[in-house]
């Protein structure tokens, strides 16, 4: 009886651990998506890392976007504008 509970307790544990590295994986692509995309903004218009986070932030406050959201359509935006000038 004390193996069955010991197991299941595992079991439960694995697919607790295995859904919270799926949420850290996620989080991690979310910060590369919004690093990049500030990037692109330090690039275009000469900013500060942080005058480009807070052009993103205000943006997407202004917007009512998510800044998800916003950072990957300045990355498609930049892809777009770098494959029409080849």
Do not use: C
Not at 1 to 29: F, P, W, Y
Not at 41 to 61: C, G, H, I, M, V
Request: charged share 35%.
């Amino acid at each position: 009886m004390g193996g069955a509970i010991a197991k299941t307790h595992l079991s439960d544990e694995n697919v607790r651990l295995q859904e919270e590295t799926l949420e850290m994986k996620r989080q991690l692509e979310l910060r590369k998506l919004v690093e990049r995309a500030k990037g692109i903004l330090q690039y275009k218009y000469k900013l500060s890392e942080a005058q480009a986070y807070l052009r993103l932030r205000n943006e997407s406050r202004r917007l009512r976007k998510p800044m998800a959201e916003l950072a990957q359509a300045i990355v498609l935006a930049d892809n777009m504008g770098r494959d029409s000038e080849a």
